[in-house]
């Protein structure tokens, strides 16, 4: 009834509750059956029967306990709490305590037990669906600890024949546990000078051959500050750094850094480095980000000393790359979802709002882009597990491969895995704040709803593993480069077979003209607007990319009601 025409009631009956009912009720993946279509399509058949029975397990645990968990670790005194330290104890010993709030060590706990990177819990497959899910709750506190972890392993498998027995240990203690606990990477290579900036680092690195006073020698030592360490909580961290007394002392290398040395965790005596101060964040608040000082901690080179650059960036980066957009993309699925659902059970004037014009285009933009976000996320990754799950270092290394075709999908991947992070994390703040916008007032309280967390972390998505300018910078770079054996326009064609032929050659025209510049470096008139115009083209390459990936899922899913799901969660519950 139109309130107009009823009288005025001081017990105001307005509830919410069946709108809640329907939220809290819906199961991330038995309930959303585009998640379905997307799993059904990519997972091999074989397997597609045994990831779906643990989909739906773990579905119970994500869309229930671990979102309860997410939403309690974000209140406000919860995030304080990872922006304080305890340097000491009570006997003046020096600790570096992390105090983080008992929601979020449960939560890390129980996902890391879930052995996502254990070969024999996992496949490629089951792993990322798992992980797809895992990312629909928008909790950094683990999330981000998961993506570093990912990196890690898959940095260390690649010389795997190659590790010295300690790098073999920890290799085997965060990929398949140790006495059934899961270590838990990170990844720390940002400087005060810069984090884009990888060969500027000035953290050094000095082998050792006299025993210190933690009665390891012959060991690589570090020394100097790192100025932005996420998840300083784990127990290894990837870290860049610049070899002394080596032909390569001015190239980054890549070592392994134990936060704690054997046997001295539960005494609280880090190795070798101090945990200077924790840094207050706009966004992944439940995430602890540090300042730290090494002062002779002990560290594990990866690999040859000379190639540490190529492979941070072109592994350890382009996983987190890869986990900040298919995580957006997983909880773009929630807030499309969401904000769908609480349009169509709020009414203003008698009829839901769902109902006028304007919000049934921002309704059909936000499904559009959760849904060809997903889509664009599943087929990029299924190019990377087409590849084993093994990434090549840098363009260098792409050249050694003598099968064109092969060379030429390789390098796909890699500037996919680029493009997608640029254009997924342009795309979440705006439709972010427009889902925000569904719910009037109530969208900026922090505890009528979870999107102010997920508008926080979306800035903070757009900024992590290379902003927006370096890597359009380095796309055109990448190019320039192998424009002798695979021309911009020929790649356009490739990345977009199966759409209109028509858009697919203007964007080829566009693109070649952008790569055919040659310095993206000079301040002129041409160059200023040929960067303008690159900042457009490049979402409508990705986005086209996007569009095929839903075009060829052929999505024959019917759009949520929220009617319908009331009655089906209250039929469920009896």
Not at 29 to 46: M, N, S
Request: one cysteine or more; charged letters at 30%; aromatic letters at 12%.
């Amino acid at each position: 009834m139109c309130a107009q025409s009823q009288e005025g009631n001081r017990d105001n009956p307005y509830s919410f509750d069946d709108f809640l009912f329907v939220r809290d009720n819906f199961n991330y993946y038995q309930d959303d059956d585009f998640l379905k279509q997307l799993v059904q399509k990519f997972i091999p058949a074989e397997r597609f029967q045994q990831v779906d029975r643990d989909l739906n397990a773990l579905s119970d645990y994500v869309s229930y306990r671990f979102k309860e968990l997410a939403n309690m670790a974000n209140e406000l005194e919860n995030r304080v709490k990872c922006t304080k330290l305890k340097h000491y104890d009570a006997h003046n010993h020096r600790i570096d305590r992390i105090e983080r709030c008992k929601e979020t060590e449960i939560l890390e706990k129980e996902i890391f037990s879930l052995g996502l990177f254990d070969p024999n819990r996992n496949d490629a497959w089951s792993r990322f669906v798992k992980m797809f899910l895992l990312y629909q709750n928008s909790e950094a506190g683990v999330m981000c600890p998961i993506a570093c972890t990912h990196g890690m392993i898959e940095l260390l498998q690649k010389y795997e024949k190659e590790l010295q027995p300690e790098l073999v240990e920890i290799l085997n203690h965060i990929r398949s546990g140790k006495n059934g606990e899961y270590a838990v990477g990170a990844q720390f290579v940002s400087e005060i000078q810069g984090g884009s900036d990888v060969p500027s680092n000035l953290v050094e690195a000095v082998f050792v051959e006299e025993e210190g006073e933690d009665g390891m020698s012959n060991t690589w030592r570090l020394y100097g500050q790192k100025f932005f360490c996420s998840a300083t909580q784990a127990d290894y961290a990837v870290v860049s750094a610049k070899p002394k007394g080596v032909p390569s002392s001015t190239r980054v290398a890549s070592f392994l850094v134990p936060s704690w040395l054997p046997g001295n965790k539960h005494k609280e005596i880090r190795n070798s480095y101090t945990i200077d101060r924790l840094k207050p964040k706009m966004g992944t608040a439940e995430l602890p980000t540090a300042e730290i000082t090494y002062n002779g901690a002990v560290a594990y080179p990866i690999g040859p000393l000379e190639k540490g650059l190529a492979d941070i960036v072109g592994i350890v980066l382009s996983i987190s790359r890869l986990h900040v957009a298919f995580g957006m993309a997983a909880a773009a699925l929630r807030i499309a979802r969401e904000a769908t659902i609480y349009a169509q059970f709020r009414e203003a004037f008698g009829v839901p709002v769902s109902n006028f014009p304007l919000m049934i285009n921002q309704i059909n933009d936000l499904n559009l882009y959760a849904k060809r976000a997903a889509a664009g996320a599943f087929k990029v990754y299924s190019e990377y597990i087409y590849f084993n799950e093994e990434l090549i270092s840098g363009i260098r290394n792409l050249k050694e491969i003598d099968n064109l075709e092969e060379r030429k999908r390789r390098f796909r991947l890699r500037e996919l895995i680029m493009f997608q992070k640029i254009v997924v994390a342009d795309d979440a703040p705006a439709m972010t704040r427009m889902a925000i916008s569904f719910f009037g007032g109530h969208g900026v309280m922090e505890d009528f709803l979870s999107f102010p967390r997920f508008f926080r972390d979306s800035i903070i998505m757009e900024l992590w593993e290379g902003p927006r300018n370096v890597l359009l910078t380095q796309i055109h770079r990448d190019f320039q480069r192998v424009s002798e054996w695979y021309p911009a326009d020929d790649f356009i064609r490739d990345l977009l077979d199966g759409l209109d032929k028509d858009r697919v050659e203007e964007l080829s025209y566009e693109f070649k003209k952008i790569i055919d510049h040659d310095t993206l470096l000079k301040a002129d008139q041409e160059t200023l607007k040929l960067c303008r115009d690159w900042q457009e083209l490049s979402n409508k390459i990705f986005h086209a990319y996007q569009d095929l990936a839903l075009k060829e899922l052929n999505d024959q899913g019917k759009p949520l009601k929220f009617s319908k799901l009331l009655r089906k969660f209250r039929k469920r519950e009896k």
